[in-house]
């Protein structure tokens, strides 16, 4: 029996460390699949949510599109805190499913963490190596560098005592038609074999699979589509500063329909754990970083972004500022590197009075993210007198305008990241902006100004 079958007929089971939106998502599908699972996080919540079945990730359930209680129910998922329930015979495959990145920055410690844990196995009597597969986005050398070297200096030599393989999830959460059954999955091991091995573990959930000819490889994938998006979108932003008289977001759709061209939408800046990191993770494992200039100059732009957002609102007068959204994206409770947390940060230190509302977020936790206190939405914008809407949430896009409209009386400016206002009529009080529209960041437009003289 191979170890596919294993894993189908109940023999081994598979184990899933971090319990996010990977996370979750992975022992989902493979528990589904007919797969026994078991996770650990360090999350208290987490491990509650997999063993009830309950989705409370926002987005998350929408985005699976099936009922993850029944596969709690038949314990074909559970989690635990204790870590060593993952260190068994009879858990065969691991899944590594935590953050790589600290402050805006490729981070390894807790890498490092659950490899000691995982290098457990040297002190179990096992049929077969087990197959750890990292689905966690990494620096292209830090296998090498890093894993591989620890594993063996914990006394398992990778390729014999334990399988390695890099498998780097490309899923999109707001997307129920970007699955992880359904986009297409790279996957390398450190031998040909061990590749193979992951094609067919994953291929239980993964329709479409990608050999890459190795680890590297496979890892270095991820950095690079997300580096060229970063490019692109950087690009984007810099035409929309460099033409502020032009409406830069339908010159750039205009281009999109060339068969060969995506479309970009200009923006507050990048975010989230793949698009602003990608260069990073491929400055940091290249052999000649100083040749990728593009990169080093695509995020000087892209960190500097919500700088030049704040300084516009300034510029204009604003005094009391309302921040629709923290995380980077809609209907996600994903801040790492969101624009917002930069854009409150500099207006704060340059006086302005901000508040901010996501539904997603907590008053505590706004406080401890941008150190701001959190409204209401929308009766929170009554005093306000202009509105940065950077994520692009359902609850803002479909409440109804006349609710909204109530509380705009003091509004005189609305910068809409994502235009999802551009169809709303608002008062004619109102200066209203989509990003990458025609001055969107001049506060020199007809010599309007906030304030009063």
Known sequence: ????????????????????????????????????????????QRISDVNGGNVTIPNLRFWLGFDTSVLAKHKQMSATKDWKELIQSDVAVHLITIPTEMNGKPYHDILKDVVDKISGF?????????????????????????????????????GKDILFGIAPRRDWFTSPDKTLELL?????????????????????????IIKAPDHKHASIVKSIENAYRQLEITFANQLSQAYPDMDMMSVLQMAGTKWNIGSYHPSFGTGGYCIPLAPQYVLEGATHPEKLTLLH???????????????SVIQRGAQKVAVLGLAYTGDLKVDVLSPAKGICKYLKEKGVDVKVHDPYYSSEEVQKLVQCERISFPEGLEDRDCILIVSPHRVYKFTKKREVEKFLGNTKLVLDNMGIWRDIKLPAHIEYFEAGTAYWLSHNHHENRLSTD
């Open 1 to 44: 029996m191979n170890l596919k079958e294993e894993l189908l007929t109940g023999k081994k089971k598979l184990g899933v460390w971090g319990l996010g939106y990977i996370g979750f998502s992975s022992i989902a599908y493979f528990a589904r699949a007919g797969v026994t699972c078991i996770g650990t996080d360090v999350s208290e």
């Open 122 to 158: 040297k002190n179990v009597k096992m049929e077969h190596p087990s197959l750890v597969i990292v689905e966690s986005t990494l620096t292209p050398t830090v296998a090498d560098s890093i894993v591989i070297p620890l594993f063996e200096k914990n006394g398992l030599k990778v």
């Open 184 to 208: 297409p999955r790279v996957v390398g091991g450190t031998t040909k074999e061990t590749t193979q091995l992951m094609a067919d573990i994953l291929g239980i959930i993964c329709k479409s």
């Open 297 to 311: 100059e695509s995020m000087k732009t892209d960190f500097n972004l919500p700088q030049v957002v704040a300084e």
